[in-house]
């Protein structure tokens, strides 16, 4: 994930990362699909939930707001974003820019354990898509392109993807339609197989080019969703009692 805040605080467990508990969290959510897009995100709402500061949720909104994960808007406080089918062409501009490279360098480059690892992240995404586990195969499908950075070894691809990846989730859940997968795992699975062969880089990039083309296309008509309440949306989140 991008950078995080560092103050601390203390709960009965002792001392915690508690900004760090929410950002993460808000972050999780917009990603995986559980917050909606243009969901308001108030400040005494998420203090009640987490059973933080105010202070410490707004530090941790901040945050967000730098790393294009929310919106902060005058007056009307903080806000999951509406991404417009304009943004969307952006984002997957950046996304092959980056992307692509990072398929051209990791050919011939993986270890045996990494192809491994990717394969898992794989196979797990194709279980959870199998079994209608939305939130967890969406998960995994933005874990294997962020590993993929990871693995390219440079942390300024890695950080752009990060900002990147819920953008990217927030187009989906506005304009793709109901019950498809944010990817499909058989591209990754592919994408895997050009990449391990170890003998063309053009080919790798190539690859990459054609699944981001694939996932653009998929948006189409704007979906409605209905609003979940915050404290649901965090329950997992919240401290033993």
């Known amino acids: 994930m991008p950078s995080r805040p560092r103050k601390t605080e203390t709960d009965e467990t002792g ?13 999780a959510a917009v ?10 995100l108030r400040e005494e709402e998420l203090a009640e939930t987490f059973a933080v500061s105010r202070t410490l949720v707004r530090q ?10 929310i919106v902060l808007r005058p007056n009307r406080g903080a806000q999951v974003p509406e991404p417009t089918r304009r943004d969307g062409e952006h984002v997957f501009d950046a996304r092959r820019v980056v992307e692509c490279e990072v398929a051209r360098r990791l050919v011939g480059r993986l270890s045996a354990a990494q192809l491994a690892e990717l394969k898992q992240i794989v196979e797990a995404e194709a279980r959870a898509t199998k079994s209608q586990n939305k939130q967890e ?33 927030l187009l989906m859940a506005l304009y793709k339609a109901p019950g498809e997968p944010m990817c499909v795992a058989h591209s990754h699975k592919s ?23 694939e996932i653009e296309r998929s948006l189409s008509q ?19 009692a």
């Open 191 to 213: 994408l895997l197989q050009v990449i391990g062969k170890g003998d063309s880089a053009a080919a790798a990039g190539t690859e990459m080019r054609r699944h981001l083309n």
């Open 137 to 169: 195969a969406i998960r995994l499908s933005g874990e294997f392109h962020l590993k993929l950075a990871q693995m390219s070894g440079n942390p300024i691809f890695v950080r752009l993807l990060e900002e990147l990846l819920p953008t990217t989730s």
């Open 15 to 27: 001392p915690v990362m508690a900004a760090d508990r929410v950002y993460d969290a808000i972050y």
């Open 31 to 40: 990603v995986d699909h559980r917050l909606a897009p243009g969901t308001r």
């Open 60 to 69: 941790a909104l901040h945050k967000l707001a730098q790393d294009n994960v």
């Open 222 to 240: 704007p979906a409605s969703r209905a609003p979940v309440p915050l404290r649901d949306v965090f329950k997992p989140y919240r401290p033993a």
